[in-house]
């Protein structure tokens, strides 16, 4: 690339991992999505995928059926619409810091990563397969 050619414009993203923890009195986890927020696009997304052995491996009696509920409810959720529910109505920021507080449930996400993007969509996939596939 010259310095005269225009570089593709980037703009700031956060992510943050979905995390499966079976049991959270023993705090053992797989990661099984990612949320991607870019304000600047005023995008959100959820994409998630579970791997049912390695959660069985850490809780043989682990709800599968549940944990995949619940990380479909994520998904809806970024979504927005009517899908999302009352929530549908907020816009991405909303949906992706409630998404992203702490909590001591089933689903947990993890910490807040900051990067630069030009296609958060893209970012999301790259992030699912580096991170969670």
Known sequence: MSEHEPREARDVFEYALLRVVPRV?????????????CRARSYVTALTHLDEARLLALDPEADVAGVRALLGAVE???A?????????????????????????????PGPVHTGLT????????????LLVR
């Open 25 to 37: 009195e023993r705090g053992e986890q797989i990661n099984a999505g990612v949320v991607v927020y």
């Open 76 to 78: 809806r959720h970024c």
């Open 80 to 108: 927005g619409g009517a899908a999302a529910g009352q929530a549908g109505a907020d816009d991405a920021g909303r949906r992706y810091r409630w998404l992203v507080a702490p909590r001591s449930t089933v689903v947990q």
């Open 118 to 129: 030009s296609d958060p969509a893209a970012e999301a996939q790259r992030l699912l397969a």
